[in-house]
């Protein structure tokens, strides 16, 4: 079946780096442009940005452009965020989702993985 | 970037009640809206999306409605298991941006 799994997360230091990878399984990988999108502990959903199928182009929400990069792996299935930079406000609970961008029956979310900044 | 604006932001319902939740957009999305259950602890599940077509498998109780700037979802015959928050979410433009919620409480 469809499945998304996240993984990475964890607990660091302000200003560090981190990258979380989401392994997609069940369905053709290469052919999906795929997401990611946060949640801060008590609080909704917000969209962090997009990689194109093919890798070709990103798209980031303004709170995250400078400092998230997304990547794929199109032959490990998988999916990847790093995090530069990281501050206090970035402690959410980090999702992977397909299609959520079109009018798809195909939309799908991992189960997310939780990151933590703090000294 | 375009804001969506749900209300109410909670509610209070029994079982077997019928509720609906509204979710306004700060600008035309045509029909580009999707609505989300999250219950605590758990990702999002999709229910709908192109405004008012439901995902499979979700049963026909969860109904949305409209287009250009003004959506609902209506849930009827309220159970246990759809005590849960609801976020719409607009995929007309990028940046994509989420509703802020609607925290549905058994009364």
């Known amino acids: 079946q469809v499945q998304l799994v996240e993984s990475g997360g964890g607990v660091v230091l302000p200003g560090r780096s981190l990258k979380l990878s989401c392994e997609a399984s069940g369905f053709t990988f290469r052919t999906y442009s795929m997401h990611w999108v946060r949640q801060a502990p008590g609080k909704g959903l917000e969209w962090v940005g997009i990689i194109w199928y093919d890798g070709s182009n990103e798209y980031y929400a303004d709170s995250v452009k400078g400092r998230f990069t997304i990547s794929r792996d199109n032959f490990k299935n998988t999916l990847y965020l790093q995090i530069d930079s990281l501050r206090p406000e970035d402690t959410a609970i980090y999702y992977c989702?397909?299609?959520?961008?079109?009018?798809?029956?195909?939309?799908?979310w991992g189960q997310g993985t939780a990151v933590t900044v703090s000294s | 970037d375009i804001q969506m604006t749900q209300s109410p932001s909670s509610l209070s319902a029994s079982v077997g009640a019928t509720v609906t939740i509204t979710c306004r957009a700060s600008q035309g999305i045509s029909n580009y809206l999707a609505w989300f259950q999250q219950k605590p602890g758990k990702a999002p599940k999709s229910l709908i999306y192109a405004a008012s077509t439901l995902q499979s498998g979700v049963p026909s109780k969860f109904s949305g409605t409209g287009s250009g700037t003004y959506f609902t979802l209506t849930i009827s015959s309220l159970q246990p298991e759809d005590f849960a928050t609801y976020y719409c979410q607009q995929y007309n433009s990028f940046p994509l941006t989420f509703g802020g919620g609607t925290k549905v409480e058994i009364k």
């Open positions: 989702a397909r299609d959520l961008h079109s009018s798809s029956p195909d939309v799908t």
